[in-house]
């Protein structure tokens, strides 16, 4: 089973920022199927970035996804306040299961 | 539009069985896998296991492997899952959602049953 370890837990910054959101994989994700959601409290998961780097429809430019092999980042260019939130990775080529990732919450700081 | 649409929330005795759903509208329901998420209290996202409704095909996480059970019943569109005995610690968060391929993210996802399990 591949385990996704995310940094950092939590990443404090300010409405305009940039954030840098880590997933490592515990071995290669095949054919780099590896999936970003947001979840906001109260709320269903949100699909991001599929692909490694492919956003899903509807998804603001701002976000984008790079990575491949064991390594993998979320980034958010300049954060609006409806980015605060708590993201999750997913590698879905090694299935089952489609193991997901800790999570890394974005606070405002 | 896609939809899924759960089951309300569940308040249950450990012990007792539950079959929560998952009804799937605006698109072909057999032709898309739909997957079970848990969340418990303050935690993050747990794969549970699939279900292709078009044959009922199913896979689990081994983590789940005999603790739950998946179906669907592709004439109503809709896909369950369901526990014999439950138990304290499946108070959690459970979200169907809806996978295109194998190897295919979570695309949509419905808004989440809570259940609650307490004596």
């Known amino acids: 089973e591949i385990v996704l370890t995310q940094s950092p837990g939590t990443l404090s910054l300010s409405p305009g920022e940039r954030a840098t959101l880590s997933c490592r994989a515990s071995?290669?994700?095949?054919?780099?199927?590896l999936a970003w959601y947001q979840q906001k409290p109260g709320q269903a998961p949100r699909l991001l970035i599929y692909?490694?780097?492919s956003r899903a429809t509807g998804i603001p430019d701002r976000f984008s996804g790079s990575g491949s092999g064991t390594d993998f980042t979320l980034t958010i260019s300049r954060l609006e306040p409806e980015d605060f939130a708590v993201y999750y990775c997913?590698?879905?080529?090694?299935?089952?299961?489609?193991?997901f990732g800790q999570g890394t919450k974005v606070e405002i700081k | 539009e896609v939809q899924l649409v759960q089951s309300g929330a569940e308040v249950k005795k450990p012990g007792e069985s539950l079959k929560i759903s998952c009804k799937g509208s605006?698109?072909?329901?057999?032709?898309?896998?739909i997957g079970w998420v848990r969340q418990m209290p303050g935690k993050g996202l747990e794969w549970m296991g699939i279900?292709?409704?078009?044959?009922?095909?199913?896979r689990y996480s081994p983590s789940f492997q005999g603790q739950v059970t998946i179906s669907a019943d592709k004439s109503i569109s809709t896909a369950y899952l369901q526990w014999s005995s439950l138990k304290a610690s499946d108070t959690a968060m459970y979200y169907c959602?809806?996978?295109?391929?194998?190897?295919?993210?979570?695309?949509?996802w419905g808004q989440g049953t809570l259940v609650t399990v307490s004596s």
């Open positions: 279900i292709y409704p078009g044959d009922s095909d199913t």
């Open positions: 959602a809806r996978q295109h391929g194998d190897y295919d993210p979570l695309d949509y």
């Open positions: 692909g490694a780097s």
């Open positions: 605006g698109y072909s329901f057999t032709s898309y896998w």
């Open positions: 997913q590698q879905y080529g090694s299935s089952p299961p489609g193991t």
């Open positions: 071995q290669s994700v095949s054919s780099s199927y």
